[in-house]
């Protein structure tokens, strides 16, 4: 009996946490982010969102947003997280301007579970370090030495694995 009051308690006070913070978020808007909907509580618009990646088109849900509240920059509530998207090249030159100044590089937790230690969720002198060192590894010259290269691996590829296969299969379907 203890036990279920307990549990009833705790329930009890994380419904209470979630309501407020979700109440506060929604009808106190902070005056410092844009303007935007944060969607469902702990959802966001994430169902929304995935809904037009399935569809194969995902920038219906930016379009949507910035037709909707604004065409330069909007707030959203993405897989758990408040995000402000930034639209547009004032918007992502304003990004990448101030990278490492005012703006640092972030990824919800959810993501970084995905993709745990990756070149992605690299972030300050770490990924100046590493960025500095794909640079002069992809630099023009080097590309240039390796097009060649490249040229004869993909055409091997496609004479053992692929030649033929697409006549194969418009005549398969033909039939």
């Not at 329930?11 to 913070?21: G, H, Q």
């Not at 506060?24 to 844009?34: A, G, S, T």
């Not at 972030?106 to 060192?133: H, Q, T, Y």
């Not at 004869?152 to 379907?173: F, R």
Request: contains cysteine; charged residues 25%; hydrophobic residues 45%.
């Amino acid at each position: 009996m203890l036990s279920t009051l307990i549990l009833l308690g705790i329930f009890l006070l994380v419904s209470l946490y979630i309501i407020t913070k979700t109440l506060k978020e929604r009808l106190i808007p902070n005056p410092h982010l844009p303007p935007g909907s944060l969607g469902w509580p702990l959802i966001g618009e994430t169902l929304n969102y995935l809904g037009t990646c399935l569809a194969g088109r995902p920038d219906w849900f930016l379009r949507d947003r910035m037709e909707k509240h604004d065409p330069q920059v909007f707030k959203t509530s993405l897989f758990g997280e408040t995000l402000a998207v930034f639209c547009g090249p004032a918007g992502n030159k304003f990004l990448f301007s101030n990278e490492n100044k005012l703006v640092n590089l972030w990824w919800p937790r959810s993501v970084k579970k995905l993709l745990k230690s990756s070149l992605v969720n690299v972030a300050g002198d770490e990924a100046k370090r590493i960025r500095r060192i794909l640079l002069t590894f992809l630099d023009p010259d080097a590309l240039k030495r390796y097009i060649e290269r490249m040229d004869l691996v993909t055409q091997h590829h496609i004479s053992t694995l692929w030649e033929g296969m697409l006549l194969d299969n418009l005549l398969e379907k033909k039939s």
